[in-house]
């Protein structure tokens, strides 16, 4: 069973910094992807970051370009956000995501949420002004 947890959510003042974990299990798969969604109130899902397994190929939207990194650690299934100079527009849900279709990794169908499977539970990141 395919089973990805998210952690690493907190109350942030605005300028600030924290680091999302997702913990992959399951996967048996040599190649896929794992992106990181959000989701504010009122709003739609939105695609924020992806990488790819084999080759750590990433996609970033515009609106996280330059302040969010996303990496992975092979060895224990962990693929981490790291998130700095957050703006208090950063504020949602925050999830992780596994997809098979892996070649889409580098393309704009990264953030798009129906490309994924598997979907872990999310985690709340709140910024303050």
């Known amino acids: 069973e395919v089973q990805l947890v998210e952690s690493g959510g907190d109350l942030v003042q605005a300028g600030g910094s924290l680091r999302l974990s997702c913990a992959v299990s399951g996967f048996t798969f040599d190649d896929y992807a794992i992106g990181w969604f959000r989701q504010a109130p009122g709003k739609e899902r939105e695609g924020v970051s992806c990488i790819r397994s084999s080759d750590g190929a990433t996609y970033y939207a515009d609106s996280v370009k330059g302040r969010f990194t996303i990496s992975s650690d092979n060895a224990k299934n962990t693929v981490y956000l790291q998130m700095n100079s957050l703006k208090p527009e950063d504020t949602a849900v925050y999830y992780c995501?596994?997809?098979?279709?892996?070649?889409?990794?580098?393309?704009?169908?990264?953030?798009?949420?129906?490309?994924?499977?598997?979907w872990g539970q999310g985690t709340q990141v709140t910024v303050s002004s």
């Open positions: 995501a596994a997809t098979l279709h892996y070649v889409l990794a580098t393309t704009p169908s990264a953030l798009s949420p129906p490309v994924y499977m598997y």
